[in-house]
């Protein structure tokens, strides 16, 4: 009987991995072993993993069940090696398995099965005979733990980019510029057949883009030309250069399925797209060297990349060499035992400061988990694992991320909606986005009902200003104007406050004050804003050493800050005194009866030297102010030492009044009247 014949592309590990299956003609149970021994050592597991089955069909031999399981494992068929693998271990009455136990916790830690994969690392620390196993138990039992109460932030959104970019075949080094996203594929969506036939089954570097701007899923890619992928050749682990202007990537030769051959190419983009693709001078090696990424260290460019130069500190550890000239580089160098494991340190990413890679060779909660380093100018800190939703119960590489830090990529074999040989066989891009917390303000405009109206009608063509108050110095954050309607909506941020005032002419104007401290999601808020009237104005004349208050000049509790709808009162106080150059006045502040006597005399001698300094930063000479601090000395209204009032009535002691001092004896101003007074 034949079988089809079909491959799958792993290039997420070592770029160019042929997993290649062969012919299969039922023989006897001996020739069908050397097959299966023979595709085996040819890098052939998939062949290798039907003609076992085929054995173990004849034999029912435990040992090749055993093959069996550990294949499936190998192909990161999860579940059936989890399926097979318990039989072995949970029926193992004589002991016979023990070193199995190690790859049945394993697959039920991808499978996501924390507790249970534990208790079976537990058991192989205490049974086990691989000392290297059991060091790794310990370190995956641990990861175990940490899986256990892991959870995924809910502001982090992941998503899979879509069938028409991603397909069944596995996806790797995603790298998002200037609108594109490129990325290494096979670029097929069925099992590829050779019997026997050449054909175009190389991976190529391919280019895609939003399919829409609200959804995560990207169009169907296009193949960049001959100048990055050359015939005959494996092309992956593309990565772009910050400044877009250079693209990194490998070519790969493949001997026997396995990677024979695997070096780090640039190539230069000008008006006219990428050029022809050079290879990099001074890293590539008689190694394999993968996954290229432009950096930054002592203040100069340099490269990172993987490899598995001999000495190091496991099978694939993270080098940088230092640049010198475009495609030129010095010798590598390790990045030292900080960051490099005796596992597989794979895909780094640099961004400002922070190395992000994936590793095996630590606690995860999966295979491949990426992980967090910042560099400060010497050193690099002790990694931090990055949170559930970035990382899996199965591989995860190829982080990136975009110059905000909101949001990315990631390449995992999470099962997803591409599926070849089993859920999570391949990898697939995955897009990430932290979802930016917003406060969504909706502003409505009325006005005070007059007599016989139930309710304060929707007052039409306001404008609102939304002004941020959380610094001394506020910031206009966004005004509009609604001629047709009453309602405004504004997008604001958290842990902020902010004063919200709505105008329009012939009406006072109208504040409220909110804050948007400790918001953890996005929330609405309402604000409603109601507008008074205006009489017409009416003139007014102030006497020489006749208090004046400035009726918009208040301040909030305890703080002497000049709020933003006091500026109007003070501009027409500087304007005043413009039209009057002669004109010095005393500029006296009060505060409320809350607080000591002493220290609210020092606050409001501040709020007054605040009100001076705002005026003479607007031209007007110092020696024409003189600032008062009268404290609680006047009240108005009942809220006395002892009495106990809402914050709403103790500010209106918290007041600014003028008087002339010297100058005109008397002056004539126009006083806008709200209605009803």
Not at 275 to 290: F, H, P, R
Not at 532 to 548: F, L, M, T, Y
Not at 608 to 628: H, L, P, Q, Y
Not at 637 to 666: A, M, Q, W, Y
């Amino acid at each position: 009987m034949t079988k089809r014949i079909f491959f799958i592309l792993l290039l997420a590990f070592s770029p160019g991995i042929l997993l290649l299956a062969q012919p299969l003609n039922r023989s006897t149970p001996d020739a069908m072993l050397k097959s299966a021994k023979e595709a085996e050592s040819t890098g052939n597991p998939y062949a290798a993993l039907e003609y076992y089955e085929d054995v173990f069909d004849e034999t029912k031999d435990k040992a090749i069940n055993v093959k069996i399981a550990q294949l499936n494992f190998e192909l990161r068929d999860y579940q059936q090696a989890e399926r097979l693998l318990s039989r072995i271990v949970l029926r193992d009455r004589k002991s016979e398995y023990t070193e199995i136990k190690y790859w049945y916790a394993m697959a039920l830690k991808h499978n996501g099965k924390y507790a249970d994969a534990a208790d079976m690392f537990t058991q192989y620390i205490s049974e086990g005979q691989d000392k290297a196993l059991v060091e790794a138990s310990k370190r995956e039992a641990a990861g175990c733990k940490i899986g256990m109460k892991a959870k995924q932030p809910e502001n982090l959104l992941v998503n899979n980019i879509g069938k028409k970019a991603n397909t069944p075949q596995t996806e790797a080094s995603p790298s998002f510029s200037g609108g594109e996203l490129y990325y290494s594929s096979l670029a097929s969506k069925e099992v590829i057949t050779l019997d026997g036939k050449e054909g175009d089954w190389y991976s190529k570097i391919f280019t895609s883009t939003k399919a829409s701007q609200s959804s995560p899923e990207f169009a169907a890619p296009t193949a960049l030309g001959t100048q990055i992928n050359r015939e005959g050749w494996h092309q992956g682990n593309v990565s772009i250069s910050p400044d877009g202007k250079t693209m990194y990537f490998t070519r790969v030769q493949m001997e026997n399925n396995y990677v024979s051959e695997s070096k780090i190419y640039y190539a230069g983009k000008g008006s006219d797209g990428w050029g022809a693709a050079k290879e990099v001078t001074g890293v590539n090696g008689d190694y394999i060297a993968k996954h290229p990424c432009e950096g930054e260290l002592f203040g100069e460019k340099v490269l990172f990349f993987s490899a598995n130069i001999p000495g190091g500190k496991g099978g694939y550890d993270i080098y940088y060499a230092p640049k010198k000239t475009d495609g030129v580089y010095g010798l590598p160098v390790t990045l030292g035992e900080v960051i490099n494991t005796v596992g597989d340190e794979l895909s780094p990413f640099y961004q400002d400061g922070k190395l992000f890679f994936s590793s095996n060779g630590r606690e995860t909660i999966g295979g491949h988990d990426v992980f967090e380093s910042q560099w400060n100018g010497s050193v690099w800190s002790a990694p931090q694992m990055l949170p559930v939703g970035i990382n899996s119960s199965v591989d995860d590489i190829y982080y990136t991320r975009s110059a905000d830090g909101y949001s990315g990529f990631v390449v995992s074999n999470r099962p997803g909606p591409n599926n070849l040989k089993s859920k999570t066989c391949c990898d697939d891009i995955y897009a990430w986005e932290i979802e930016r917390i917003k406060v969504e303000l909706l502003a409505t405009t009325f006005r005070i009902k007059k007599s016989g109206e139930k309710a304060n009608p929707a007052l039409t063509g306001c404008t609102v200003q939304i002004v941020d108050v959380s610094d001394p110095n506020p910031v206009n954050v966004d005004s509009r104007t609604n001629p047709s309607a009453n309602d405004f909506a504004f997008t604001l941020l958290p842990d902020k406050s902010y004063l919200v005032t709505a105008e329009r002419e012939g009406y006072e104007s109208d504040t409220v004050r909110f804050n948007t401290t400790g918001v953890k999601k996005t929330i609405k808020v309402e604000k409603k804003l109601t507008l008074r009237s205006k009489r017409p104005p009416k003139k007014r004349v102030i006497s020489r050493n006749e208090p004046i208050r400035l009726s918009s000049i208040y301040y909030d509790f305890d703080k002497a800050d000049i709020l933003p709808d006091a500026e109007k009162d003070l501009q027409f106080l500087v304007d005043l005194m413009n039209k009057y150059p002669e004109m010095k006045i005393e500029l006296s502040s009060h505060t409320d009866a809350q607080g000591r006597d002493d220290y609210n005399e020092k606050l409001s001698q501040r709020r007054a030297d605040s009100a001076k300094t705002w005026m003479v930063a607007k031209g007007i000479a110092v020696d024409r102010i003189v600032a008062v601090g009268s404290g609680e000395k006047f009240i108005l209204n009942r809220c006395k030492n002892g009495v106990e009032c809402p914050d709403e009535e103790h500010r209106f002691n918290r007041r600014t009044e003028f008087k002339i001092l010297s100058g005109p004896t008397s002056i004539t101003i126009e006083e806008e009247v709200p209605e009803g007074q």
